[in-house]
């Protein structure tokens, strides 16, 4: 079955930090870049981060970037997304995607409050 699920979304402090993880299954997952969206209650989804199918390349939107931090390891056909010093506007669904495919996950909820 192909698909793509996502986990680590929680509650956190403001200041705080995540690690989100999605895991593929179903498809060469290594040969995808893969891509980090959001979307905020009453938001459009919006693009967070992308990195290439060999990890080499990160790219960032001006939001997050110096805060989060892409990467994978193909050998466990694994996306992650490194969150430091959140803030309550983050608070959002994270979803993945595998970039130039259909395929994206059901997402995993990240609130920021205290």
């Known amino acids: 079955q192909v698909q793509l699920v996502e986990s680590g979304g929680g509650l956190v402090q403001p200041g705080g930090s995540l690690r989100l993880s999605c895991v593929a299954s179903?498809?060469?997952?290594?040969?995808?870049?893969m891509r980090w969206y959001r979307q905020a209650p009453g938001k459009e989804r919006e693009l967070v981060a992308h990195?290439?199918?060999?990890?080499?390349?990160?790219n960032y939107a001006d939001s997050v970037k110096g805060r989060f931090t892409i990467s994978r390891d193909n050998a466990k056909n694994t996306v992650y997304l490194q969150m430091n010093s959140l803030k309550p506007e983050d608070t959002a669904v994270y979803y993945c995607?595998?970039?130039?495919?259909?395929?994206w996950g059901k997402g995993t909820l990240v609130t920021v409050s205290s």
């Open positions: 995607q595998s970039y130039g495919t259909s395929i």
């Open positions: 990195i290439t199918s060999a990890g080499s390349v990160t």
């Open positions: 179903g498809f060469v997952f290594s040969i995808y870049p």
